[in-house]
T-cell receptor, first 114, second 113 residues
Framework: ETGVTQSPTHLIKTRGQQVTLRCSSQ?????VSWYQQALGQGPQFIFQYYREEENGRGNFPPRFSGLQFPNYSSELNVNALELDDSALYLC?????????????FGAGSRLTVL | LAKTTQPISMDSYEGQEVNITCSHNNIATNDYITWYQQFPSQGPRFIIQ???TKVTNEVASLFIPADRKSSTLSLPRVSLSDTAVYYCLVGGLGRSNDYKLSFGAGTTVTVRA
């Protein structure tokens, strides 16, 4: 059984640019969620996708958007990057209905905004 | 969105039991309580989940009182490898049929020999 994989592992962008992060779900999982984790803090829920539709969102502005594909992989897009967007972005997959918050996380994508 | 509060840090020694309490006063009816462990440069790893009363698995126990406004993760007989950050997660399907999830700020547990 493959786990959750994220790419890229590290990237550097400048303020105002756009970034796309990618995530492959664990085999058998149909739900994916994304989190922002600033240094020394807990993960903050960005949004969740199920059946290619967003079915939950945290307190993040619309410039944070996502997609889920038919194979359950996902993308996180962030437009108009700000310095405060520098963080570790975590993707997690789960199986809807088999334990509400039993999440399998990837190792994350470390984004630095200069 | 349930706000979760947990202690910033705890110290322990090998072989002792560690108990970490998370407060979640405004937990909603559909919310579950889940605990995760995170090591540096890794994503969080699932430990245990519960809704009410007590849940036990091979690595931990979770105690949830009847009012569900708090929960306590119990790690029996910790070892040096249990040194990590532990997060409480509260959330579930909200009234408007959308998911809301809230992590605590994390408790750094340091186990000494």
């Amino acid at each position: 059984e493959t786990g959750v994989t994220q790419s890229p592992t590290h990237l550097i962008k400048t303020r105002g640019q756009q970034v796309t992060l990618r995530c492959s779900s664990q085999s058998g999982h149909n739900t994916v969620s994304w989190y922002q984790q600033a240094l020394g803090q807990g993960p903050q829920f960005i949004f969740q996708y199920y059946r290619e539709e967003e079915n939950g969102r945290g307190n993040f502005p619309p410039r944070f958007s996502g997609l889920q594909f038919p194979n359950y992989s996902s993308e996180l897009n962030v437009n108009a990057l700000e310095l405060d967007d520098s963080a570790l972005y975590l993707c997690a997959s789960s199986s809807q209905g088999s334990g509400a918050n039993v999440l399998t996380f990837g190792a994350g994508s470390r984004l630095t905004v200069l | 969105l349930a706000k979760t509060t947990q202690p910033i840090s705890m110290d322990s020694y090998e072989g002792q039991e560690v108990n970490i309490t998370c407060s979640h006063n405004n937990i909603a009816t559909n919310d579950y309580i889940t605990w995760y462990q995170q090591f540096p440069s890794q994503g969080p790893r699932f430990i245990i989940q519960g809704y009410k009363t007590k849940v036990t698995n091979e690595v931990a126990s979770l105690f949830i009182p009847a009012d569900r406004k708090s929960s306590t993760l119990s790690l029996p007989r910790v070892s040096l490898s249990d040194t990590a950050v532990y997060y409480c997660l509260v959330g579930g399907l909200g009234r408007s049929n959308d998911y809301k999830l809230s992590f605590g700020a994390g408790t750094t547990v340091t186990v000494r020999a």
